[in-house]
């Protein structure tokens, strides 16, 4: 509906296991994001990527890895999570990385870590 | 730094009666307001903006938010409540400066019947 398709929508996943977030923006965006929605704090901005470059790196920790092949498409790569990295992991995409710009979500990847 | 407060969790409010819903900012430079709302199971979905001009935005579904540079707020309006404006709505702030999109905390909007 929006534009922006996340896969999967949801994802259980053991301490040792690797696994990856997909997300595909149609929108002809050049900045993606990934944050981070738990139920106890508010949105928390992970990484911003403009024109495939990442730009802000918001103190994640290792464990967590993106990557930008293209415009079109984000990944966050996930290794040795712990459980409190339990939440619903959001992708977005806005046209460029202005302050100005609205950003678009996908519908987030429900992770449970356990 | 940047920050949003929505000091209301929760929001109750019986359908057809006006609603609002309370944001403050704290942001250096001329900020650049957004509202945002949630429904289960969904992303983030724009509503409305504030980048400069009229303090009285206008945006999707009816809503419309008064920006207010002495109070420091942008509170979310809408006339007449309907039971499927209930969700959690979200304010955020950045600014001219380049910041990121900072969100406040989330309210929770209840539409009865």
């Known amino acids: 509906e929006t534009g922006v398709t996340q896969t999967p929508r949801h994802l259980v996943m053991g301490m040792t296991n690797k696994k990856s977030l997909k997300c595909e923006q149609h929108?002809?965006?050049?900045?993606m994001y990934w944050y981070k929605q738990s139920a106890k704090k508010p949105l928390e901005l992970m990484f911003v990527?403009?024109?495939?470059?990442?730009?802000e790196n918001n103190s994640v920790p290792s464990r967590f890895s993106p990557e930008c092949p293209n415009s079109s498409h984000l990944f966050l790569h996930l290794h040795t999570l712990q459980p409190e990295d339990s939440a619903l992991y959001l992708c977005?995409?806005?046209?460029?990385?202005?302050?100005?710009?609205?950003?678009?979500f996908g519908p987030g990847t429900r992770l449970t870590v356990t | 730094a940047q920050s949003v407060a929505q000091p209301e969790d929760q929001v109750n409010v019986a359908e057809g009666n006006p609603l609002t819903v309370k944001c403050t900012y704290s942001?250096?430079?001329?900020?650049?307001l957004f509202w945002y709302v949630q429904y289960p199971n969904r992303g983030l979905q724009f509503l409305l903006k504030?980048?400069?001009?009229?303090?009285l935005v206008k945006g999707s579904y009816g809503f419309e938010a008064e920006f207010n540079k002495s109070q420091t707020s942008f509170h979310l309006k809408k006339p007449s409540a309907l039971v499927s404006d209930s969700a959690l709505y979200f304010c955020?702030?950045?600014?001219?400066?380049?910041?990121?999109?900072?969100f406040g905390g989330g309210t929770r909007l209840m539409v009865k019947p």
């Open positions: 977005a995409s806005s046209p460029f990385r202005y302050g100005s710009d609205e950003q678009y």
């Open positions: 929108l002809g965006h050049n900045a």
């Open positions: 990527y403009s024109l495939e470059e990442r730009v």
């Open positions: 942001v250096s430079g001329n900020p650049y």
């Open positions: 504030y980048i400069t001009g009229d303090n």
């Open positions: 955020a702030v950045s600014n001219n400066a380049g910041n990121m999109l900072t």
